[in-house]
């Protein structure tokens, strides 16, 4: 690894770089266990695949946004170590496959040359921020959110109070009250917000998808902006000390919520108030766009297919609030494109656009600051590339998840019932290319990475087991899910579970009987008067499993016969407590919190010491099989069973002590005392497991 340290020019990126490649060879040479591996390398980005070996590497990228040059970057990258092809994800990442584990440091710098960075893309982290891929022309819009959206980014990549959360947490900016952010769904929604000429944002907390969606609840109808990071600090901290740790179908933050309730949640806000470095927190809005606008002459093309463009105009050209402008939507398949056209889509952004695109919500790729008389210029050659499909944000426009193509947790396959449903529409119903009253989204398991929960048509994969007790794969049906606005949404019904490969004629049904008896109304309008129950009836002849054709016992992009085989799920990098390990955690997190300390970075050094501490204690609990589900119960239970029975010696609870960090401000003189609690608890816990190994 020390051939590329000079290269990187951020040390505290160096630092990370040379880490990951350390632990590698620590995994592979058994001095560290798998679990605890797993946990680091997702915290940077490098995520196991179904395939065994090769590992998928996701690229976080705030909003969406990727410069032409940060394009060419990644496409090399991808050329290098991978296999070419990009796939862009439903949370604005890019990611891309089948990289061997020893390139993935050397991968990561590659990208840091152009300040693309895989730190916090996958792992119990704050994910990639999202949001509208519109922010910043959006008509509609308020004021640029993308500013905000960076600006969290920033503050959170790396800070010592989200690296090791019981589960990860999302965040999502929406542009306007039509909320293309999708609020609702998120750990923490953001909606943009005027009130008496002050910015500000509707804040919306504990939504999720998964098995158990959950719509967030309305914390602030309006908070100014220079509020939002304290804000969202707050809500991290609470969520990393109470939040669950153990049980994972029960360890993200709309449980929290659920169990506690909004005023409960509100009250441990306040008590973490005193240990927030900043009040506020200003935001300097930058003007947008970042990059210079291209000005070359209007290249001079000749449009063949005259009724071919004009349709693609209805479908793709998506208007912007600056004048003499538009931004062209890209239809990207499945969200999965190839470098060669990557290349060739950021010569044209720099040349003729304002050389950068946004990646959207829905795996698609949004070019904005088109000048209007270069449309036809842009399509040619976007035709040129295979990008000017029509149906942008239609319902032709199918999101899926990579499901059972390379996921380890995929039961049924999701890309290629997507493709198929996509032909479909393409040759039966095509009316709906320019329809966008219909949205259709697929997942290969519950986990929702498609976003099918939220769908008007949703499906999930599943399998069915026949009574002579054979496995076929299946879709779980879901309708009606609507986004309403402002932070109000439904989500969709679990209507019946068919065989995967009646998926078709399920979509034939549904769209003929909409067509049929939706008197003109929207879809969401037309499901909301016909009800779950009527479309049980309408597809029940769908489920009968009695009469599976050979066929159905393959599933769809697939010739063999189907296997259900899922692998171990690495979203919420479960980590598989060892006692020594802990206390060897707790070492580094005092050399964190003193390198912090002598950077002047108080808070910083205190998080790390209260980790210490934390971590320690809930070594010396696992060593007497104790439950450690939070940091607030390992607090507790420490207490109750080696401080009030006196089997370890303090000058006050264990309580008093920790929970310094929330009672006073986080200045240098707290740092210094806190570390050095935290250096003689952690020096008492050692002493304490030598001497019960002792006796043992």
């Not at 999965?336 to 795996?363: C, G, H, M, P, V």
Request: charged share 25%.
């Amino acid at each position: 690894m020390q051939s590329f340290r000079t290269e990187i020019e951020n040390p505290i990126v160096e630092k990370d770089i040379l880490e990951l490649e350390k632990k590698i060879r620590q995994f592979k040479g058994g001095e560290l266990d798998e679990e605890k591996f797993r946990s680091l390398r997702l915290a940077r980005g490098v995520y196991g695949q179904r395939q065994p070996g090769v590992q998928m590497i996701r690229i976080k990228l705030p909003y969406g946004k990727v410069s032409a040059k940060q394009l060419r970057r990644i496409s090399d990258v991808a050329d290098e170590y991978s296999t070419g092809r990009l796939h862009i994800t439903t949370r604005q990442d890019i990611q891309i496959h089948y990289v061997e584990l020893e390139r993935t440091p050397e991968l990561w710098a590659e990208l840091e040359k152009d300040e693309v960075t895989l730190r916090e893309a996958c792992g119990n982290t704050v994910r990639n921020v999202t949001a509208s891929e519109k922010a910043g022309i959006d008509p509609n819009e308020p004021f640029d959110v993308s500013p905000y959206a960076q600006a969290v980014f920033e503050y959170f990549l790396r800070n010592p109070i989200g690296q090791e959360m019981g589960r990860k947490f999302k965040v999502s900016f929406s542009s306007s009250d039509a909320d293309t952010g999708l609020s609702y769904m998120h750990d923490l929604g953001f909606i943009a917000k005027i009130q008496n000429n002050t910015r500000g944002f509707k804040i919306m907390i504990g939504g999720g998808l998964g098995s158990q969606p959950r719509h967030a609840d309305e914390l602030f109808s309006f908070l100014p902006t220079d509020k939002i990071i304290p804000l969202m600090e707050g809500v991290i901290r609470v969520f990393d000390r109470y939040g669950e740790r153990k049980s994972r179908a029960k360890a993200r933050m709309k449980f929290l919520l659920k169990d506690i309730g909004l005023d409960g949640f509100r009250a441990l806000l306040e008590q973490e108030e005193k240990a927030i470095p900043f009040n506020n927190y200003p935001i300097v809005a930058n003007t947008y766009p970042s990059a210079v606008i291209a000005d070359t002459a209007v290249p001079k093309v000749q449009i063949e297919d005259v009724e071919a463009f004009e349709k693609w105009k209805t479908t793709n050209l998506v208007p912007q609030k600056q004048a003499g402008y538009v931004a062209i939507g890209v239809k990207v398949l499945l969200g999965d494109f190839y470098t060669d056209k990557a290349r060739q889509l950021a010569n044209l952004i720099e040349s003729y656009a304002a050389s950068e695109i946004r990646l959207s919500l829905r795996q698609n790729i949004l070019i904005p600051y088109v000048k209007e008389e270069l449309v036809p210029f842009f399509y040619t050659v976007l035709k040129d590339l295979g990008f000017a499909e029509a149906g942008y944000n239609k319902a032709l426009d199918i999101t899926a998840c990579p499901g059972t193509d390379t996921c380890n947790l995929g039961i049924a396959s999701s890309t290629g019932i997507a493709e198929e449903l996509e032909r479909v529409i393409k040759a039966e119903y095509p009316q709906y290319i320019s329809n966008p009253d219909v949205v259709i989204k697929i997942s290969g398991c519950m986990n929702a990475c498609g976003q099918h929960n939220m769908a008007h048509i949703g499906f999930q994969g599943m399998s069915i087991r026949t009574k002579d007790k054979l496995v076929a794969p299946a879709l779980q049906v879901l309708l009606g899910g609507g986004n309403f606005g402002n932070g109000n949404a439904r989500f969709a019904d679990k209507v019946i579970k068919i065989p995967s490969k009646r998926g078709p004629e399920a979509l034939r049904c549904i769209l003929d009987d909409f067509e049929a008896n939706s008197s003109g109304s929207s879809y969401e309008v037309y499901y909301a008067e016909k009800g779950e129950h009527y479309f049980y009836d309408l597809l029940k002849p769908l489920a009968n499993i009695e009469n599976l054709t050979a066929e159905d016992f393959i599933d769809w992009g697939n010739t063999d016969r189907y296997k259900k085989a899922i692998g171990i799920g690495e979203c919420a990098g479960v980590v598989i407590d060892l006692i020594a390990t802990l206390l060897f955690e707790s070492e580094e997190k005092i050399a964190n919190s003193k390198t912090a300390y002598e950077e002047g970075k108080w808070a910083a050094s205190i998080y790390h010491a209260y980790a210490s501490m934390v971590n320690a204690a809930k070594a010396l609990l696992t060593s007497e099989k104790v439950k450690t589900n939070t940091h607030a119960s390992i607090i507790k239970d420490f207490d109750g069973l080696f401080v009030d029975s006196k089997r370890f010696s303090l000058e006050s609870s264990f309580s008093e002590l920790v929970l310094q960090l929330n009672k006073k401000a986080p200045t240098s003189l707290f740092a210094k005392k806190y570390l050095e609690d935290a250096q003689s608890f952690l020096q008492k816990a050692e002493t304490f497991r030598k001497l019960e190994l002792q006796h043992a």
